[in-house]
């Protein structure tokens, strides 16, 4: 069980990964139904797709979508936090 | 069929409650007597016991090191003190041998009690022979102070977060990815029904229907 960490640290990446790209989908698809309601509710110019993948690339290089690469950093700190915690202190 | 939703909705409440009961920490007030180191041989109740210390091999049948408290009522409880590892319930505690030293250092007589607030999860059930694992030792002022559960709340407010946005997830899922598929084979399905209906129309009187007839063995038409 001296390797027991490294299975834990490679479970726990595994499911971060699946719960990763579920919220990556998840809020791409908030993204795109605020841009769609927003060009619907009128008042916008041009083409409905131009005016939604236009939002989707600014989406794409903001500060939120790089906020989802917490959901690696939260865990980890929490774990080696719990570590040290529980046993160091 | 009314009982048999509300006993299967009952069972799994008490099971989450259950496992989140055993698996939480709670934080006893006691008054530590002695420690003990005892050989267990764990049968059917070893889903209640926890692994050999880290870097050990596991058995079944190995020293566990125990710690014999007193509630300030006169109450008597037993902890088990041994490692989780790196496994469940996700303590991470690798110093049971620390933590035993901890409580030889706090026990104390009633004639000069030490009060100490000992976490732990788990349960102490004599049916089973299990015992709560204890996880910490602090030293308290006295048997009536009052400990606020924070890591609890932390946690449990953490879950009904996690359970929210898992819903909020799924109807998204299900209002943009479901649903227009499910239109998709509604329109198809319509189409489907709109053209039996032009068939049926087609073959109406005798020869309209020997037309019909003979029109069904020519190829369709190409779309």
């Given at each position: 069980m001296i390797i027991g960490w490294i299975r834990l640290a490679i479970v726990g990446y595994v499911v971060l990964t699946a719960i990763y790209f579920i919220m990556k989908i998840y809020l791409r698809s908030v993204a795109r139904e605020r841009l769609e309601k927003e060009f619907d509710a009128g008042g916008l110019g041009g083409d409905r797709s131009a005016y939604v993948e236009a939002g989707m690339a600014r989406y794409d290089k903001g500060l939120k979508k790089n906020l989802l690469w917490l959901i690696y950093i939260i865990p980890t700190v929490l774990v080696v936090v719990t570590v040290y915690v529980m046993n160091f202190q | 069929m009314r009982y048999v939703k509300w006993g299967f909705w009952l069972t799994l409440a008490t099971l989450v409650f259950a496992f989140l009961h055993y698996t939480l920490p709670q934080t006893d007030i006691v008054r530590i007597v002695g420690s003990e180191n005892r050989r267990v041989d764990i049968?059917?109740?070893?889903?209640f016991w926890s692994r050999s210390e880290v870097g050990m091999t596991n058995t079944t049948s190995r020293d566990v090191f125990f710690i014999n408290a007193v509630y300030p009522n006169g109450k008597t409880m037993e902890y088990r003190n041994e490692d989780t590892g790196?496994?469940?319930?996700?303590?991470?505690?690798?110093?049971s041998f620390g933590l035993q030293t901890q409580a030889k250092e706090f026990a104390s007589t009633e004639a000069a009690p030490i009060w100490v607030a000992v976490r732990h999860y788990g349960w102490r059930n004599q049916f089973f022979t299990i015992f709560p694992n204890a996880v910490s030792i602090k030293r308290v002022a006295g048997p009536d102070v009052t400990l606020i559960p924070w890591i609890n709340i932390i946690i449990l407010t953490a879950l009904a977060v996690v359970l929210f946005m898992m819903r909020r997830i799924w109807l998204q899922f299900r209002e943009r990815t479901i649903d227009p598929a499910l239109d998709g084979v509604a329109e198809t399905w319509d189409s489907v029904d709109a053209r039996a209906d032009a068939a049926r129309d087609r073959a109406k009187g005798v020869f309209g229907r020997l037309g019909a007839w003979f029109a069904s063995w020519r190829s369709k038409p190409r779309r």
């Open positions: - | 049968g059917e109740n070893s889903l790196w496994g469940w319930p996700p303590y991470f505690k690798i110093n």
